[in-house]
């Protein structure tokens, strides 16, 4: 069954350091998100790509942070300068079509601990 | 800012029992997904409810869509220590991301 995979599936970095997690969504699929969740928190929205652009972003989605589709297979999120608040997992997503009536699927997630 | 109230927030039942979850908003959602997320993992999606009333069910778990599209429910019968987990709604108005409530963590006692 086709799946979202993402790697690392733990990444530390320390505060200050460039940080790139990297999603392979499933391969027919033409929305691509990124979301997290901190410890202990609801899942929040960071940022939907779609057409090699960005279609939707949140507040938490600011300048330190930015997404790439480098290849026809890989979807990348880039936090340029960590912060001890950016320690979460964090899930990519991919959905065949814009969401409206149909399904996200999440991968693993990658776990950020920045220290 | 649309926001999924989910109740209650813990659960802890015995082996057999029967159990409902809720997940309320004041907006309206054109569909709303209920996941299923294990510690330390991504969540894994359940069902998709599309229209207002609409009823699912996936083995022992029946999905309730409301009349309104504002609220759902799940409803477990003869819960199983595999169905142990963090249940979450997640909504999508047509205008925004899809967006998450805070979940339920069941826990279902042998």
């Known amino acids: 069954e086709p799946e979202v995979t993402q790697t690392p599936s733990h990444q530390v970095t320390q505060m200050g350091q460039e940080v790139i997690l990297r999603c392979v969504p499933i391969?027919?699929?033409?929305?691509f998100y990124w979301y997290r969740q901190i410890l202990g928190q609801k899942v929040e929205f960071l940022v939907s790509f779609y057409n090699n652009e960005i279609s939707e972003k949140s507040e938490i989605f600011d300048d330190q942070f930015s997404v790439e589709r480098p290849d026809g297979s890989n979807f990348t999120l880039k936090i340029r300068s960590t912060k001890l608040e950016d320690s979460a997992m964090y899930f990519c997503a991919s959905s065949p079509r814009r969401l409206t009536n149909t399904e996200a699927f999440f991968g693993q997630g990658t776990r950020l601990t920045v220290v | 800012t649309q926001l999924l109230e989910q109740s209650p927030q813990f659960l802890s039942i015995q082996e057999g029992e029967n159990l409902t979850v809720y997940c309320n908003s004041s907006?309206?959602?054109?569909?709303l997904q209920w996941y299923r997320q294990e510690p330390g993992e991504g969540p894994v999606l359940l069902v998709t409810?599309?229209?207002?009333?609409e009823v699912k069910k996936l083995k022992r778990l029946t999905f309730q869509f409301g009349d309104a599209r504002k609220d759902s429910s799940l409803h477990i019968t003869a819960a199983q220590p595999g169905d142990t987990g963090l249940y979450l709604c997640a909504g999508y108005t047509g205008n925004t991301p899809l967006v998450f409530g805070k979940g339920t963590r069941l826990s279902v006692i042998a």
């Open positions: 409810v599309v229209t207002g009333g």
């Open positions: 907006s309206v959602f054109s569909s």
């Open positions: 391969s027919n699929h033409l929305y």
